[in-house]
């Protein structure tokens, strides 16, 4: 591990308070050491992998990590903290922090080494032999293996080769050779999304609970050392299964019939001898619901990862996002087809006969017809595909043949957009249901396969056709009606409304509903509708420009690393990208993000007051002469960037005032110069 590792990718004594700051101080290591070639590129990455699940260990351990672009090689930084540092475990801050990184496409023999490190992690040994190393160089020879620890030797129980770095292109697992006792077997399957660090350290816990407990186990671990397959006979062998993942499991269906513990890979890290048991309990019962206080459903992809003390109103939103996010590749490639079409053809063009009775090459309106009908043919997955992704979130994949069915009924009764909503929370609720039924074993295998998908989608069927259906047709009638008929001061609201939730979460939730609120309009196009659509984005442009703005004209205000931002930002804005603000909003939420908001409201009102209307779903200024009103239009973004960067000027001018202030008067106070007032006076003086 000598290329990975040296004495000065080493900080004993790292004086950060926080994870981003402790990331920064030693990927700033990494990138002196000419390993990461650009250092908030690679923060970034490092930042977003957080984001997806804190990366704290029980045990004092810390382990940011991503792969990126940025990087040139893989590479390892540790920094130990006396006070500790936040990551997100449930026992506590940590005191060993490892920030691992790795090129997008690193090479299987130093991402083994990396998996090699993380299962060491693990042994309690290693973690005490690097809190009491003195010296920087000493703790890197232990993290390479080049120096054990005096007095620590590999358990007596514990084979050789479950120390050793995977071998990448071995086919299989072999099935090891069965106990005289018959003891109980387990199969088990880690993965996390990167594939570095958590895939590695959850075999390594489940396979030192399963020593203690007596148990045999094999884990497969789907991770950046290779995918080695289980052998068919040791899963038809195994008393039951443990996905401990964050990603979906690849080639699941293996393991159909068996009982099994589904949870998030950190669970796998922190509580294996529970899983253990846990299974223990289901085989017992035949795999069944009869388990007290477990459920038999599997965890759901958006539910790995959910904590036990989420409520319904999260997992309902979740769920939500779930199927709006697959929803949006239809949105923008009907949507902007369509657009092309009336834009080539004119607003007739939908009157055009099939263009596979009736194609003229040489023609522009047989053009214009055809990109209509294929736009038309994408816009019309729409609500089938939210639907069946709703249910995906919630049960997995036997949720998608009665989701995708319930939302082909909700388009047949003209339910729409909402009626693809509740098709698509039935079909979860239902498939959760028929899960937790209890059924014989040897129905257990045509259960996901046959039983799930026949009577789930009769009972989605039956609700949507002769239950639901009807009045949620009529809610969307209404809802049309009500869209269609607004003007004046009503639209105005609208638009203000809009506006803010475009702006308030940037990319999150709240932009996703108000997202798609708007785009479930085009797929019954009316004035009302195409007026949102065109509030809807050009709210959404205003947070990423008024950053650009703001630091255009008054840069001193800003990090040298958000002024760089602030570049990329000018083409994020103009292409409706809302995220490109979310690097100032998460380093400054509570000037920046009020800002946006007032901006976006602006914009929205504005442009639903101008009476602009859009037809294409995204394009930002590209699509600039398919807007009604377009000179209009662009004024309301450009007003709402205005407004938006003066607010976040002046707040953040407000900011470094006040602070002079303190610094004066606390240096006042002690008869001492602050030391980092001269730092902000040459910051804010502009």
């Given at each position: 591990m000598s290329e990975l590792i040296s004495a000065d990718l080493v900080d004993l004594d790292l004086s950060a308070a926080t994870k981003d700051a402790a990331a920064r101080s030693l990927a700033e290591r990494m990138a002196a050491a000419g390993r990461v070639t650009d250092l908030e590129g690679f923060l970034a990455d490092v930042a977003a992998r957080e984001a997806q699940m804190p990366t704290g260990l029980d045990g004092g351990?810390?382990?940011?990590?991503?792969?990126?672009?940025?990087?040139?090689e893989p590479t390892l930084a540790f920094g130990r903290s006396a006070a500790g540092i936040d990551f997100g475990a449930a026992d506590g801050p940590a005191d060993l922090i490892?920030?691992?990184?790795?090129?997008?496409?690193?090479?299987?023999?130093h991402l083994s080494i990396l998996s090699s490190l993380a299962r060491q992690l693990m042994d309690e040994a290693f973690t005490g032999a690097l809190r009491s190393a003195a010296e920087p160089a000493r703790a890197a020879a232990l993290i390479r293996?080049?120096?054990?620890?005096?007095?620590?030797?590999?358990?007596?129980?514990?084979?050789?080769?479950?120390?050793?770095?995977?071998?990448?292109?071995?086919?299989?697992?072999?099935?090891?050779?069965?106990?005289?006792s018959a003891p109980f077997r387990i199969v088990a399957v880690t993965s996390c999304p990167t594939g570095i660090a958590h895939t590695y350290m959850a075999a390594e816990s489940l396979a030192k609970a399963a020593r203690a407990a007596g148990v045999e186990l094999t884990v497969?671990?789907?991770?950046?050392?290779?995918?080695?397959?289980?052998?068919?006979?040791?899963?038809?062998?195994?008393?039951g299964v443990i996905l401990a993942h964050d990603v979906e499991v690849r080639d699941r269906e293996r393991f159909a019939g068996k009982p099994v513990v589904d949870v998030g890979v950190k669970a796998g890290i922190n509580r294996p001898a529970e899983l253990l048991a846990e299974l223990r309990e289901k085989a017992a019962h035949g795999g069944t619901a009869d388990a007290p206080a477990r459920p038999a459903a599997p965890a759901a992809p958006m539910d790995r990862g959910a904590e036990a003390t989420d409520g319904f109103a999260i997992r309902l939103r979740t769920w939500l996002m779930t199927g709006v996010s697959y929803m949006v590749p239809f949105v923008a490639a009907g949507g902007l087809l369509i657009a092309l079409a009336f834009a080539i053809g004119g607003y007739t063009v939908d009157k055009a006969p099939s263009v596979a009775d009736?194609?003229?090459?040489?023609?522009?309106?047989?053009?214009?017809?055809?990109?209509?009908?294929?736009?038309?043919?994408?816009?019309?997955?729409?609500?089938?595909?939210?639907?069946?992704?709703?249910?995906?979130g919630m049960a997995d994949r036997p949720g998608l043949v009665p989701g995708f069915v319930g939302g082909a009924i909700a388009l047949t009764v003209n339910a729409g957009f909402l009626g693809g909503l509740i098709a698509g929370l039935l079909a979860g609720a239902v498939v959760r249901a028929i899960q937790r039924l209890g059924v014989p074993p040897v129905l257990r295998g045509i259960m996901p396969v046959v039983v799930i998908p026949l009577v789930s989608s009769a009972v989605v069927g039956f609700l949507m056709f002769l239950v639901v259906g009807k009045p949620i047709a009529a809610l969307q009638k209404a809802l049309t009606g009500w869209l269609t008929g607004l003007s004046g001061a009503n639209a105005v609201i609208l638009g203000m409304l809009l506006g803010l939730m475009m702006c308030f979460d940037l990319g999150g939730p709240l932009n996703k509903v108000a997202y798609a609120f708007a785009v479930g309009g085009l797929a019954d196009p009316n004035p009302g509708s195409l007026k949102v659509?065109?509030?809807?984005?050009?709210?959404?442009?205003?947070?990423?420009?008024?950053?650009?703005?703001?630091?255009?004209v008054r840069g001193r205000l800003?990090?040298?690393?958000?002024?760089?931002?602030?570049?990329?930002?000018?083409?994020?804005?103009?292409?409706?990208?809302?995220?490109?603000?979310?690097?100032?909003?998460?380093?400054?939420?509570?000037?920046?993000?009020?800002?946006?908001?007032?901006g976006g409201a602006v914009t929205g009102g504005l442009s639903m007051a101008f009476g602009c209307t859009l037809r294409a779903p995204h394009g930002g200024v590209f699509v600039v002469p398919l807007i009604g009103q377009p000179l209009l239009y662009l004024l309301a973004v450009a007003a709402g960037t205005v407004v938006s960067a003066a607010l976040v000027v002046l707040?953040?001018?407000?900011?470094?005032?006040?602070?002079r202030i303190s610094d004066a008067e606390t240096a006042a106070a002690t008869g001492a110069t602050h030391p980092e007032a001269g730092t902000h006076r040459e910051v804010t003086t502009h």
């Open positions: 351990i810390g382990i940011p990590h991503c792969r990126s672009a940025h990087v040139t490892f920030l691992i990184a790795a090129p997008t496409g690193g090479d299987a023999d293996g080049e120096e054990p620890e005096p007095g620590a030797s590999r358990p007596a129980d514990v084979p050789e080769a479950e120390l050793a770095v995977p071998e990448p292109a071995a086919p299989e697992l072999a099935a090891p050779e069965p106990a005289p497969e671990t789907q991770g950046s050392a290779g995918f080695q397959r289980l052998d068919p006979q040791l899963i038809a062998a195994a008393d009736h194609f003229v090459w040489a023609e522009s309106a047989s053009w214009a017809a055809l990109l209509f009908q294929v736009g038309s043919t994408a816009f019309g997955f729409l609500v089938p595909v939210l639907a069946g992704f709703i249910a995906y659509m065109a509030a809807v984005m050009a709210a959404g442009m205003v947070p990423p420009l008024a950053m650009a703005l703001a630091t255009t800003f990090t040298r690393a958000e002024r760089e931002n602030g570049k990329a930002a000018w083409v994020l804005g103009a292409s409706f990208i809302t995220e490109g603000a979310i690097p100032f909003a998460a380093a400054d939420p509570l000037r920046v993000i009020p800002s946006a908001m007032a707040l953040k001018r407000f900011r470094a005032r006040t602070a």
